[in-house]
């Protein structure tokens, strides 16, 4: 079963197209990397495949129904992870999930069982004033698991994370793959894409320019997916300041 899939899906913001006729689709329980230079367009598809911005054209369908006709039936099938989201920063950890569980209509247990899979547990109680970015980054992920979605929209969640808590949220998004859960995400740091994902998809300028295994990537671009992507995307180091 397709959990994702988008038909020459486009945006346009005035005269940029930020996302220009896209059309893929990710597999159910796959772990599907979607990669790309700065602007490139990835967040953009994330916001329309969550609901929250209209495509210019072209369709797309999450969990089996259409991102646009269907929106509302979308949304208790999806947790939608992004940077800077709102955290109530006076309230506790527990507090601010316990104010996303009377939203969604979960039980308190789950508060605690999400909490418990983020390793925040012990902290719970604590005011998000005194927690570290890792942390928040930790309960956002919780929050997105509250009503157990079954696909996972992740926009660089280990995005200035230092290595210790970035390998913290890598095994986290392992174990939420195991569970069974697909995952999307987003990332610029090639080899936390190359050992999570199933398959990764290049996108450049708007435009899919590559979807393969990292594997096939390696083989074909290499030899490491970094290569891949450099290659890839034309990011040529030649040009830039360090010469
Ligand atoms: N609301 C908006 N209004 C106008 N332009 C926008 C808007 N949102 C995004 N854009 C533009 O669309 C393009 C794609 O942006 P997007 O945020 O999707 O890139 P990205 O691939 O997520 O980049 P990054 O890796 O920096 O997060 C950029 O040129 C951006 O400036
Ligand atoms: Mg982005």
Redesign the pocket.
Known sequence: MKAITTTNLTKK??D?T?VDGISFSVNSGEVFGFL??????????IRMLTGQLLPSSGQATVAGFDIHSERECLKPKIGVIFEFQNLYERLSAKDNLNFMRQLYGVKQARVDQVLDQVGLKDRANEKLKNYSNGMKQRLLIARALLHEPEILFMD?PTRGLDPVIALQIRQLISQLALEGRTIFL?T?YMEEADRLCDRVAI?NHGRVIALDTPLKLKENFGPTLEDAYIELTGHSMESSVLR
């Open positions: 913001f005035a940029l930020a790309g230079p700065n602007g490139a367009g990835k967040t953009t598809t660089e987003t610029h996108i």
